[in-house]
């Protein structure tokens, strides 16, 4: 079992930065990890993802260029970086995992995932 905590999350002004942190328990290193987010009244959007060996990423349309995932095999651990935030990245931030397959953008597909943390940009 794999038990996945976000932190990091707050208010931010518009263009401000925040970096995300995904602290995992159990044995992560070979999984594929990810970031989604939702807002209220919407669906769980696909952020970003890595591969289980850092080297690969692949990112929503609408964070490229802004935001940079990564991981440290060592900490067992996700971050998530975010740069010149809009207030239409307000959302709940989700960590997610999966142990066999990486670059999935459906949200149905993982197998673990975290409670979830806020972030809120103001304009």
């Known amino acids: 079992q794999v038990h996945l905590v976000e932190s990091g999350g707050g208010l931010v002004q518009a263009g401000g930065s925040l970096r995300l942190s995904c602290a995992a328990s159990g044995r992560t290193f070979t999984y594929a990890m990810a970031w989604f987010r939702q807002a209220p009244g919407k669906e769980r959007d696909f952020v970003a993802t890595?591969?289980?060996?850092?080297?690969?990423?692949d990112y929503a349309d609408s964070v490229k260029g802004r935001f940079t995932i990564s991981r440290d095999n060592a900490k067992n651990t996700v971050y998530l970086q975010m740069n010149s935030l809009k207030p239409e990245d307000t959302a709940v931030y989700y960590c997610a995992a999966d142990r066999t397959r990486w670059g999935l953008r459906d949200s149905r597909e993982y197998d673990f995932w975290g409670q979830g943390t806020q972030v809120t940009v103001s304009s």
């Open positions: 890595i591969k289980w060996s850092g080297d690969s990423t």
